[in-house]
Nanobody, 121 residues
Framework: VQLQASGGGLVQAGGSLRLPCAASGSIFRINTMGWYRQAPGSQRDLVAAVTSSGRINYADSVKGRFTISRDDAKNTLYLQMNSLKPEDTAVYYC????????????????WGQGTLVTVSS
């Protein structure tokens, strides 16, 4: 299984970016999917997550500006980022709890390679 994140880049403050993350490989079901970010010198923090039933939670710092969504038919996770601020600058990682085979009792944790988002002031 692989997670491929993309969509990062350089944007001015107030701008928008959309990050997709596509899961590929042997996948039976994807449970919770999420976006995390890590700024230089900082730990990796949760940005937003969505369960397989559609339950969503956001970090307080992005509420009202970011929207997480998933397309299960495409095994793809999205993060729409609006009203970007310089403090949103970080490497963004996607994460998914994936059950690979029908009779696997539990899912396994997978990470994408990260995509850099830089917001200039």
């Amino acid at each position: 299984v692989q997670l491929q994140a993309s969509g990062g880049g350089l944007v001015q403050a107030g701008g928008s970016l959309r990050l997709p993350c596509a899961a590929s490989g042997s996948i039976f079901r994807i449970n919770t999917m999420g976006w995390y970010r890590q700024a230089p010198g900082s730990q990796r923090d949760l940005v937003a997550a969505v369960t397989s039933s559609g339950r969503i939670n956001y970090a307080d710092s992005v509420k009202g500006r970011f929207t997480i969504s998933r397309d299960d038919a495409k095994n793809t996770l999205y993060l729409q980022m609006n009203s970007l601020k310089p403090e949103d600058t970080a490497v963004y990682y996607c994460n998914a709890d994936i059950i690979r085979f029908r009779f696997d009792p539990v899912g396994h944790d997978y990470w994408g390679q990260g995509t850099l988002v830089t917001v200039s002031s």
